[in-house]
C-alpha cells in the first residue's frame, strides 16, 4: 500500500536526475534514504607498508651522497688538495665506470648505441674545453662570499627539485619530455658548477671541475636509474655502500658536517617513512554519488 502511494501522481518517486527541474515537486537540493547508498570510504586510499616506503627513500638518501660527495671533490679542488691531473684521472674513471654499468646492465644494446653516446660526449667534451677560459674569468668582479652563498642556494634548490622517482629519466645524453622542475633543477646544478669552476686557478682546473660536475648531475642519475632497474637488491647494495663511503670521507673533512649528514640520512630513510605511514591513519576520503561521473566507454568488434 505504501508503494503505491509513493510511486502515485500526488507523491511520485524521488530519483537523480542531472536538473531538479525535471522534478519540479521537489526542490533542487532534495535528497531521500537512498541518496547515500552508494557512498564509499577510503576506496582510492593506498595501504603504506613502512619497510616498502623505507626502500623508496633510499634513492632520495643516494642521490644526497652523491651531492655531498660532489661538494667534497670542490672543497678539496679550492684548498688545492685535489690538482688538475688528479681530476682529470677522477673524470676518466668515472666515464669508464658509468660505460661499464651500462654494459653489464644490458642498456648499451648495440654498436650503434656505443658509438652514438661517444660521438655525443666527445662533442660535448670538446665545447666544455673550448668554453673553460670564458668559465675561467666569468665572476672575476664578484666577491668569493656571494659566490659560496650562491653556490649553496642553487644546490639546495637542485636536491630539492630533483625527479627522484627517475620517471623522466630516458637516456643519459637527454631527458625525455623532462618537466619544468627537472630542468629548472639541472640548470641549478650547472650554474654552481660554474661558479665553484670560476674560482680555480688555471683553465685545465676550471676544465676537470666542470667535466666532473657535468658528468655526475648528467650522467650519474641515468647510470643509477640502469642499476635500480637491472636488479632492486644491487641497488639497495650500491645505495648503501655509497653512503658509508659518503660518511667516512666528510668526517675525514668536518666532524659536525658529518653529524648533520648523519642526521639526515635518518631523518629522510626512518623518520620521514614512520611520518607517512602515521599520517595514513588520518586520510579520510568519501566517494559518492555527488562525484564527477567518469565516461566508460566499451569499444566492442
Known sequence: MDSIISESPLHPKWRKVAYGGMQPEFDDNHTDESFLEDMVMNANVVKRDMLKVMQDSV???QYL???ALVGLVWAHTLQSTLDENSLLLLDASLFGSGFLVLLLTKEMRSLNLLFYYILNISFFTTGLYMLAPIYHTLTRSISSDSIWAVTVSLVVLHLFLHDYSGSTIKAPVALKNPSLTSCVSLNASVVASVFIASRLPSRLHVFAIMLFSLQVFLFAPFVTYCIKKFSFHLHLLFSFGLMVVTLALV????????MLLFGLLLFISIICPYWLI???EYKFEINGPWDEAKLCFNVTD
Open 59 to 61: 634513492s632520495i638518501s
Open 65 to 67: 651522497c652523491i651531492v
Open 251 to 258: 668526517y675525514t673533512l668536518h666532524h659536525l658536517l658529518f
Open 278 to 280: 602515521r599520517i595514513q
